[in-house]
Structures are given as structure tokens and as C-alpha cells.
């Protein structure tokens, strides 16, 4: 087993002022990656298991897999009762709940410290020995609770827009042209076999970080953790399917749909961009934020050409992608609405950021990160993620670091770089047209 030590800047604000905080890691011989962070303020602990695996590692035809083995893995286990997962956490005090995204699914649990045993046991027992509890009543079941949140998606107003814009940008067949909900046809169509198949492939010590946070003795953690995973045999070794698309969309995409939900148009300009951790990623994450503001005040309060403007990035791990999306005023179109918004794009690269403005962002951002870090569950969370993602789970404090130290003319330079006409897709989404003599 290996283990290292860590200590940083953004961990000692994170915690209370009285104590020094280090987070520790170490590997089982199984392949197992252990975060350990302690933190006596309040008696609770985080334990938080991610998996390397999401929506991009399913086959086409098969989507939405991800996610409804997502519920499956809350169906019982080898020796947890069927169903009785969340009473198991629920009734010793905690609260537990689980996310699926493109590049991973995660499982967290905040229970006073004293049950923080238990909760390893449930989840070693989920990870190691719920492949032979899978049965078809149980997934039948967690079918319908999946096709249920994909209907009542899809009746909301946008409900299909990430779902079109997905597919706008990124290749037929690739891992994020499909979203993590998945298709619900392909849901139904799962079975039991297939879900065993799927835990033995991905849900293995080797293709897994675990971290705790909080209210412990790290090396009686460390123990029990051996105790409950040790034993848990090494899956094998496989690769995760590349994701392999150009680095720019190589020209302009457009379509237009129509959304008879929908109250208002909607604009969505889509970009793809460097992900976290890689060169760029930081001053697209500062472009996003200046023009985010830029666009409040130009286009919805002098202007008066939207009712809304935002910019945001993705947040995928490969590739990811700055959306920008707004709502026209009315009267304006939105081929008018898109010319203001590159023309604010266009604003940014040739007259660059003011130093009061890269100030605010730089304190905005860094702030939002350091709020994330005060919560046991957000911290254990940022802390695995980093460590799947980047093979560190302290590499936060690095864009903390970046951020701090960027250049005045570095957001400018990335948006000249990357937010550009033909690295560009542009959905439109209009209600459906009112009928004659009628209401809509």
C-alpha cells in the first residue's frame, strides 16, 4: 500500500481556524484509492465514493445506463437489505444521495461520526457483492423510476435543449454527444445480465477513489477501511473508450427547434474549450464571468435586447464546452440577440478586460471555490473528483494558485482563441408558432 501527504492553502482556509489540516492518500493493494481528511469543527463525516464511470463509457443504443445502475446500486446488496440502503443512513442521523455526469458517478454520505463504520460497510458491501443481488424485479423497478424522471424532463419547457446541444456539438457516437439521462427507450431495454455485466466492468476498488472528510482518527480509518475493502478483489484492467473528436468544431453549426413548451425563445452559442486542469481552462472560466456580467449590463439593461444572458462552462473532463445562453426582449429576434451577444465577444477580444473587472472575477471565483470547501461533502467531493480526474486530489489549490497569478489580458487572449465563428454552434429554440385565431 502506498501513501503520501498534502497540505495546503485552500485545505487550511477550508477548515477552522484553530487547526492545521492535511489530507493524506494512500492505495490498497487492490487498486483502491484512499483520500483522508480530518477536521474536528462539527461530529460528521463525509465518505464519498466515485466512480470512474458515467454516461461516456455506455455504447450507442445502450445510453442512460450510467445513470439507472446509478439507482440500482440503492436496491441492496449481498448483506444489506433489498431497498434499505437510504434507511440505513437515514435512520442513524445521516443524509446519502448520488450524481451522474458524463465522466463519473458519485455516492456520498454525511453521518454523525460515530457511524462513519457503517456507511463503509454499506458501501464496501455495494461495491463488492451487489452484482449477484441484481434481479429483475429490482431493475424493473428502478426502469420505471428512471423513464419517469426522463418523461417529466422532457414535459418541461427546454427539457430537450442539453440533450440538442449535445449532439450539435459533438460527433455521432461520441461519449458526450449523448447526455447522462440517457435515452429512454434504451433504459427499458436494459436487463438484468446486462447491469451485472456492467458492475463487474466498472464498479471494481481499482476503478474507484473513496475519500472521508471530517470528524475521525485517520488511522483508525485507514484501518477500517482495509477492513471493509481489503478483501475486495482487483477488477481488471481496462482502458476507458477514448473520446476522440478535432480539438475545434472546424466551422459553424446551426439548428433550430421548436419547443411547443416553451413560453419564450431561447438562444444557446456553444463553444468547445479546454477542460479543467488544462491550458485555458482558467481564462475561460474568467472570459465566462466577465462576459456574464457584460451581458447583464449591456444587453438587458441598456439595450434592452434580452431578458436574460449568462455564460458557463460544462464541466466535462476531456473536452468541455462554454455555453452562453439568453432570452430576447421582446421584439427582438434572435439573429438580432446573437449579433449582441459576439458582438460583446467581439468587445472582449479587441478591448481586453479592465483591471477592476479581472479583480472582481478572480475574488468571485476563488470565493465560490473556497464556499464549496467549507462543506464536509462539497470538500470530499472537490477532493475526489481531483484526484480521478488529475491524479491529485490537492490540483484545486493549483487553479486557485492560476487564478490568482493570471494576466490582465488572458481572458481576452483565451476568447480570441477559442470563442470563435467557426468554433461555434448556435441552437435556436422557438415556442411553437400560435395558431391562427387561437392561442398558442
Request: aromatic share 6%; hydrophobic share 40%; glycine share 8%.
Amino acid at each position: 500500500m502506498r501513501s503520501f501527504l498534502y497540505m495546503g492553502l485552500a485545505l487550511l482556509l477550508a477548515a477552522s481556524p484553530a487547526s492545521a489540516v492535511t489530507i493524506s492518500k494512500h492505495a490498497l493493494d487492490n487498486g483502491l484509492i484512499v483520500i483522508l481528511h480530518e477536521d474536528h469543527t462539527v461530529p460528521l463525516v463525509a465518505v464519498d465514493t466515485w466512480y470512474k464511470v458515467g454516461s461516456r463509457d455506455e455504447l450507442t443504443g445502450r445510453t442512460g445506463f450510467a445513470h439507472l445502475f446509478e439507482h440500482l446500486m440503492f436496491e441492496g446488496s449481498k448483506h444489506a437489505a433489498q431497498g434499505q440502503y437510504d434507511a440505513q443512513v437515514n435512520g442513524r442521523g445521516g443524509v446519502n444521495n448520488a450524481t451522474t455526469s458524463f465522466d463519473r458517478t458519485n455516492y456520498w454520505a454525511v453521518v454523525p461520526s460515530e457511524n462513519l463504520e457503517e456507511v463503509l460497510r454499506l458501501e464496501s458491501d455495494r461495491m463488492g457483492f451487489l452484482r449477484d443481488s441484481i434481479n429483475p424485479a429490482a431493475l424493473v423497478k428502478q426502469q420505471k423510476i428512471v423513464s419517469n424522471e426522463l418523461r417529466q424532463r422532457s414535459n418541461q419547457p427546454y427539457g430537450s435543449l442539453f440533450e440538442e446541444i449535445c449532439a450539435l456539438v459533438w460527433p455521432s457516437g461520441h461519449g458526450y454527444s449523448w447526455t447522462p439521462g440517457g435515452n429512454i427507450d434504451h433504459v427499458n431495454a436494459a436487463t438484468a445480465d446486462e447491469a451485472r455485466v456492467f458492475h463487474e466492468r466498472f464498479y471494481n476498488p481499482n476503478n474507484a477513489v473513496l475519500v472521508v472528510s471530517g470528524d475521525h482518527d485517520p488511522a483508525r480509518t485507514l484501518g477500517l477501511i482495509k477492513k471493509w475493502y481489503g478483501a475486495l478483489p482487483r477488477g481488471v484492467e481496462e482502458p476507458r473508450r477514448p473520446l476522440t473528436a478535432p480539438e475545434r468544431l472546424g466551422g459553424r453549426r446551426e439548428k433550430n427547434v421548436v419547443d411547443p413548451k416553451a413560453q419564450l425563445p431561447l438562444l444557446l452559442l456553444a463553444f468547445p474549450v479546454p477542460s479543467g486542469g488544462q491550458p485555458g481552462s482558467k481564462e475561460l472560466a474568467a472570459a465566462a464571468a466577465i462576459l456574464s456580467t457584460r451581458m447583464a449590463k449591456s444587453l438587458q439593461r441598456q439595450q434592452r435586447v434580452a431578458l436574460s444572458a449568462s455564460a458557463s462552462l460544462l464541466g466535462t473532463h476531456v473536452r468541455d464546452v462554454l455555453m452562453i445562453e439568453a432570452v430576447p426582449a421582446p421584439g427582438t429576434s434572435l439573429q438580432q440577440l446573437e449579433a449582441a451577444v459576439t458582438g460583446e465577444i467581439a468587445k472582449l477580444v479587441g478591448e481586453g478586460v479592465k483591471p477592476q473587472e479581472l479583480s472582481r472575477v478572480k475574488a468571485g471565483l476563488a470565493t465560490a471555490r473556497l464556499n464549496a470547501l467549507q462543506e464536509l461533502q462539497g470538500l470530499a467531493e472537490t477532493l475526489a473528483e481531483n484526484e480521478a480526474a488529475r491524479g491529485n486530489p490537492a490540483a484545486f489549490e493549483d487553479d486557485i494558485a492560476a487564478l490568482d497569478n493570471m494576466d490582465l489580458a488572458a481572458p481576452s487572449e483565451a476568447a480570441r482563441v477559442w470563442l470563435t465563428p467557426d468554433n461555434m454552434a448556435v441552437l435556436r429554440v422557438t415556442p411553437r408558432p400560435t395558431d391562427a385565431g387561437g392561442p398558442r
